[in-house]
């Protein structure tokens, strides 16, 4: 099942793929930290189906920043319009990737 940015246990769910000392930095990544893209898709999409419809299979970004960052900036995560978080292959580890694989989370 899917990962979508709104629900309760997303930032836990990222933090299974990438440890719990991520969730201690992750607000150090400013733009690129999933406190600013929840934040960024409440405002902007806000489950406003038109707008979902509209944006369709694009993510959005945060002040030009298109990714929530993993631990060391290693891996990254995209915030669809749906609010589907998918984690990006080309800038993951392939460790990485089966965990998230694991969590829910849908490769990009």
């Given amino acids: 099942m899917p990962v979508f940015i709104y629900e309760k246990d997303a930032l836990e769910k990222i933090a299974e793929v990438e440890g719990e000392k991520w969730i201690r930095h992750q607000k150090n990544f400013g733009d690129c ?3 600013a893209f929840l934040r960024t898709w409440n405002e ?3 489950g406003r189906k038109e707008l979902i419809e509209k944006g369709g299979s694009m993510a ?3 002040n030009g920043n298109g990714a929530i960052y993993g631990l060391g900036g290693w891996n990254r ?3 669809m319009y749906s609010g589907e978080i998918k ?3 080309d800038m993951a580890i392939q460790e990485s990737i089966e965990k998230a694989e694991k969590c829910g989370f ?3």
């Fill in 60 to 62: 959005i970004s945060v």
């Fill in 33 to 35: 930290s999933f406190d």
């Fill in 77 to 79: 995560y995209i915030v």
């Fill in 106 to 108: 849908r490769i990009a």
């Fill in 87 to 89: 984690m990006l292959r």
């Fill in 44 to 46: 902007q999409i806000g």
